[in-house]
C-alpha cells in the first residue's frame, strides 16, 4: 500500500492549485457532442446510478445533470482533492441527486458494493500509473451491479521507462502516464470485467496517446 500512496500522492500534488480546471471548461463540448466518441460510448451507460471518477470542477456532472437529470436517481461526484470537492459542491448543490465525496485516490469508497450502474471518468486516468489503474478497476468491479459499465478514457503509450525512480508522468507526451490497451484489458480482466468497445485517439495533435474504453461486469 505504501508504494500506491506514493503514487497517488504523485498524481495528487500536480492539481493542487492548477489553473488546468480553468482552461479546460473550453473544451468541455468534445465530450458532449454526438459527433465526438465520447458521447457515443456514453450513451451506451445506464444512468440510472452513476458515479463519476475525478470530477475536478464538476464540468461534466453539470453536462449530465443538465442533459439527463430525469434519468438520474443518484449522481456520486468523486475527487481526491478538497478545494474540487467544494468547486463542484457549490457547482451542481442545486440537484439533490448529487452527491460529493472526499475520496482516497485509489477506489470508490464509501460507496457500497452492487451499488452502481455505471462510472465514467474523463481527462484524469490518463496521468494514473498502472498500480493506480490497477486499483480502480478492481474497486469498480465491486461497486457495479451485474450488467452495469464502466467508461475510462485511458492513456495509450507504451513508455516503461515511467516506472523508473524520479521519472515524473508530466515528462511524457501529453503528461500521459505509461498504459497500452493489452495491458488495461488484463487489468480489467483480473478484476472481472469485460471489454465491450475501445478506440484509439489523437490528443493536442499526438496521434493515438489516448484511448476510451468501454467495460462491463458481466451479467450474473
Known sequence: MTDLRHSIDVVKEAWI?????????????????????????????????CA????????????LLQRHSGRVEALY???VLDENIAFTTKRIGMFSQAAVILVSGCDFQPIPSGTLTSIFCYDAMVHFSPDI????????????VPGGRALFHHANL???DTGQPGRHYGLNPNARNHMTLPLFESL?????????LTEAMSWANIPDTDRITLLERPPA
Open 17 to 49: 492549485g492548477s489553473p488546468y480546471y480553468d482552461d479546460a471548461e473550453r473544451w468541455t463540448f468534445l465530450f458532449w457532442e454526438e459527433r465526438f466518441v465520447f458521447r457515443r460510448y456514453f450513451d451506451k451507460l445506464d444512468l440510472t446510478r
Open 52 to 63: 463519476e471518477l475525478a470530477c475536478g470542477h464538476g464540468r461534466h456532472a453539470e453536462q
Open 77 to 79: 461526484c468523486l475527487d
Open 133 to 144: 489503474v490497477a486499483s480502480y478497476l478492481m474497486d469498480a468491479a465491486r461497486v457495479l
Open 158 to 160: 507504451d513508455l516503461p
Open 188 to 196: 480489467a480482466r483480473q478484476a472481472g470485467l469485460r471489454t465491450l
